[in-house]
C-alpha cells in the first residue's frame, strides 16, 4: 500500500469515528459522559513529551483520565518544546506538548516524514519572573530592563544588580532560565528581544523549569522566569516581579491573562495531535478531555488559565474534524495572542470546517 492510501485510510476512518461522535462532542460535561458515548472500555498507550511547562497539566489530566480510563496506559515525558517537536515529527510519540506554536522549520520535519498534525490551543499562561524570597528590592521591572539584563550584549558585561537599574545595590546578577529546546526560552527572547533565541548565554539553564526554581531559590541575587504554575507551586521560596510594558507594573494572574493587561509575557499552551495517532481512540478520547469543561477545571488547578467555554467547542469541533495545520502561523512565537482569539478570530476558519 502506498503513502498516499495509507494517508487515505487514516483520514477516512477519522471522518468515520469523528461523525459518529460529533452529538457527543456537544454535549458532554466529563469524561465519564465521554466513556458512554464508546460501548468498549478503553485501552492502550498515549505517549506526549515537550513542553516543561505543559507537563504539570499532562499529568493532572492523565490521571484524573485514567480514574474512567485505568486501561490507558501514559508514557509523558518532557525534552522542551523544541525537543518534543523533534521526536513528534520523527514519530516517536502521539503529542507534542508546546509552550508556543510550532516553527516552519518542524513543521516541514513533519511533513518530510509524513506526520499530519492537528494543533490544539488547550490553556494560557503567563510567564513568571521571579527573584529569591529574601530579595527586598525588586518589585517591578521594564520590558526594557528585563532586554538590558537579557539580551546577546549584556553577556560578559551586566553583571550587577546596579547596572540595570542605579537604585539597586551593587550585588551580582545571578541569573537562571530555560534552555535553547524550551519553548518558554523562545518565547521569553521572542518577547523581550523581539526576535527568537536571542538571549545571552552566559547563565545557569535548564530545561526543567524545577531546576530553574531551586536555583533562584537557593541564590539570594538570584532572577529567572518560567511558567506561571512553577510559580504557584513555589510561592514561599520566590518573589514574583510585576512587568512594566510601558502602561504600569503588572502582575500574573488569571485576570491579567485574560483581559490582556499582562503583555507582552502572556502565550497560550498548546498540543499537537498526530492524525495517524488521533484516529486510536484512547488518543482521540484523552485530546477531547483536555477541551472538556471539566479539563478546563484542571487547568485552573495546576495554575494555568482556560479558555472560554464557548472556545473550547470550537476547538473541540475543530479537532473532530481533523483540521490539519497551524492557526497560529506556523512561524514560532506570537505575542499578543488574546484570550479571546480562539473564540472570534476562528470563527470563519470554524465555519468551512464545518462545511466540508
Known amino acids: 500500500m502506498s503513502i498516499i492510501e495509507r494517508r487515505r485510510d487514516t483520514r477516512m476512518t ?4 469523528s461523525w459518529r461522535r460529533y452529538a457527543c462532542l456537544l454535549v458532554y460535561v466529563s469524561v465519564a459522559t465521554l466513556a458512554a458515548c464508546d460501548s468498549k472500555p478503553l485501552t492502550g498507550k498515549v505517549t506526549i513529551d515537550g513542553s516543561s511547562t505543559v507537563f504539570p ?49 518542524e513543521g516541514e520535519q513533519c511533513k518530510v516524514q509524513h506526520i499530519e498534525y492537528i494543533e490544539v490551543p488547550i490553556a494560557f499562561d503567563s510567564l513568571a519572573v521571579v527573584v529569591n524570597a529574601k530579595n527586598t528590592f525588586v518589585k517591578c521591572l521594564t520590558v526594557n530592563e528585563l532586554k538590558a539584563m537579557w539580551e546577546p550584549a549584556a553577556e ?14 551593587p550585588q551580582p546578577l545571578a541569573l537562571f532560565g530555560p534552555g ?8 521569553f527572547t521572542f518577547a523581550i528581544m523581539g526576535t527568537e533565541s536571542s538571549g545571552r548565554g552566559d547563565y545557569t539553564k535548564s530545561e526543567d523549569d524545577a531546576v530553574i526554581e531551586r536555583g533562584v531559590a537557593a541564590e539570594p541575587n538570584a532572577i529567572g522566569y518560567f ?12 518573589h514574583i516581579v510585576a512587568v512594566d510594558d510601558g502602561h504600569g507594573c503588572v502582575q500574573p494572574n488569571a485576570s491579567t491573562v485574560a483581559d490582556g493587561t499582562y503583555h507582552p509575557l502572556s502565550r497560550p499552551l498548546l498540543v499537537y495531535v498526530s492524525v495517524a495517532a ?7 478520547r484523552f485530546t477531547e478531555f483536555y477541551l472538556s469543561p471539566e479539563g478546563a477545571k484542571h487547568v485552573t488547578e ?8 464557548s472556545a473550547l467547542v470550537r476547538q473541540a469541533a475543530r479537532f473532530e474534524k481533523g483540521v490539519t495545520g497551524s492557526a497560529l502561523g506556523g512561524a514560532g512565537s506570537v505575542t499578543g495572542v488574546p484570550l479571546t482569539s480562539f473564540d472570534d478570530d476562528e470563527k470563519e476558519r470554524m465555519r468551512d470546517a464545518l462545511a466540508r
Not at 14 to 17: D, K, Y
Not at 180 to 187: A, C, E, I, L, P
Open 278 to 284: 488521533a484516529a486510536r481512540p484512547e488518543v482521540r
Open 180 to 187: 535553547k529546546d524550551s519553548g518558554t526560552f523562545d518565547y
Open 156 to 169: 560578559g558585561k551586566i553583571a550587577q544588580w546596579n547596572q540595570i537599574r542605579a537604585s539597586f545595590p
Open 227 to 238: 511558567g506561571y504554575a512553577y510559580y504557584v507551586a513555589n510561592k514561599d521560596q520566590l
Open 14 to 17: 477519522w471522518l468515520i469515528s
Open 57 to 105: 497539566l499532562n499529568q493532572a489530566m492523565a490521571k484524573v483520565f485514567r480514574e474512567s480510563n485505568p486501561g490507558v496506559q501514559f508514557a509523558i515525558e518532557f525534552s522542551g518544546t523544541g525537543g518534543g517537536f523533534r521526536k513528534f515529527c520523527a514519530g516517536q510519540v502521539n503529542i507534542a506538548a508546546a509552550s508556543r506554536p510550532i516553527k516552519s522549520a
Open 302 to 309: 495546576v495554575g494555568y488559565v482556560p479558555l472560554p467555554r
